[in-house]
């Protein structure tokens, strides 16, 4: 079966064909950083016409990688939410319409499923049962899994996602968006000890977090400081600190409470480096298996939008009529 993926849930216009044999065909991404870089952050509007812009193009990108036609296609996934409304109606919009010219089921995906299932992608996936941690833009949780579509949560951010800690503490450094990569580019020349900082809810019981008062702790050392290039980087280094030391602590205390002994950890936010390093230490300690997904898989895609469809018509899910809808906010 030939699944073609839709993904347009923020600020990526993506499209990929996955085959249920043959595994991915094609995963092509047009990222829309160069519209917003001059706002600091995702513009909805703005976003919405670069996915109407670019779904077509996409698509026939992908068609193309994979040496598909339409007609071969046997059903579409898309992103029916969480995300920007405005964003998510272009892809589901296109999804719909696509799959009712082809006449084949269109298959609604929950884009934080499609993240934690993203390891799956990978060339040696993870083994039901797992505890996954889930970092990005928009969400910060830890859910146990016990398979596929039997999800439980144990903890989430109380405020904002790491994502959003990223990119806010990066634009009050005077740092260009997105703030994730441009921390972690200065990360290497930050000295350790230099500047202090707060662990969110180390000492809270649970598996819930918080990343408010840590953006704001970084605004107050900007405010009282003046602002090096070294000193940026000193702060850089004690955020992704603060930050490892918070997700160790809380991370392992999910897989005490599951008894589970792996970690799958997904979202855009898992791309980063040093932190990938501090908890593959941490986890190795405690001899609990850590996977990631492909780097390419890490930030929004769809591959991870297709895989999960392919899942989901698997297990008798598709969408019943030819109605639009999205949903901004959805938990998992």
């Known amino acids: 079966m030939l699944i073609l993926g839709i993904e347009t849930s923020c600020d990526e216009t993506a499209a990929a064909l996955y085959d249920t044999e043959r595994g991915l065909l094609a995963n092509e991404i047009f990222t829309q950083f160069d519209t917003h870089a001059p706002y600091g952050g995702v513009v909805p509007e703005l976003a919405s016409r ?5 779904m077509q193009p996409v698509v026939q990108a992908a068609l193309k990688t994979a040496d598909c036609k339409t007609t071969d296609i046997d059903a579409v996934a898309y992103t029916k939410g969480p995300g920007l409304v405005t964003a998510l109606m272009v892809g589901a919009s296109y999804a719909k319409s696509l799959a009712f010219s082809l006449g084949v089921p269109a298959v609604g995906v929950h884009h934080m499923e499609a993240h934690l299932l993203a390891a799956m992608l990978a060339d040696n996936p993870p083994q039901f049962p797992f505890v996954a941690l889930l970092i990005s833009g928009g969400h910060t949780q830890l859910m146990a899994v016990e398979s596929f579509g039997k999800y439980k949560l144990l903890g989430a951010t109380l405020d904002d996602a790491i994502g959003e800690a990223f990119d806010k503490s990066a634009k009050i450094m005077g740092l260009p968006y997105p703030g994730g990569p441009s921390l972690e580019n200065i990360l290497k020349d930050g000295q350790a000890g230099q500047v202090s900082l707060p662990r969110p809810m180390i000492r809270h019981p649970g598996c819930d977090m918080s990343l408010s008062g840590l953006k704001t702790a970084v605004s107050t050392l900007i405010q009282q400081n003046e602002l090096t290039d070294q000193f940026k980087a000193d702060v850089s280094l004690e955020f992704h600190q603060a930050i490892a030391d918070m997700l160790i602590i809380k991370t392992k205390r999910a897989l005490e409470q599951t008894g589970y002994k792996t970690v799958v950890v997904a979202g855009g936010v898992s791309a980063n480096k040093y932190l990938r390093k501090r908890l593959d230490d941490a986890f190795a300690k405690k001899n ?16 991870m939008v297709a895989f999960t469809g392919a899942e989901n018509f698997k297990h008798g899910q598709q969408d019943q009529d030819l109605s639009i809808e999205t949903i901004a906010r959805w938990p998992l």
Do not use: E, I, L
Request: neutral net charge; aromatic residues 14%.
């Open 50 to 54: 670069d996915h109407m812009r670019q």
């Open 288 to 303: 609990v298996k850590a996977f990631y997904p492909p780097m390419a898989f890490c930030t929004d895609n769809a591959a």
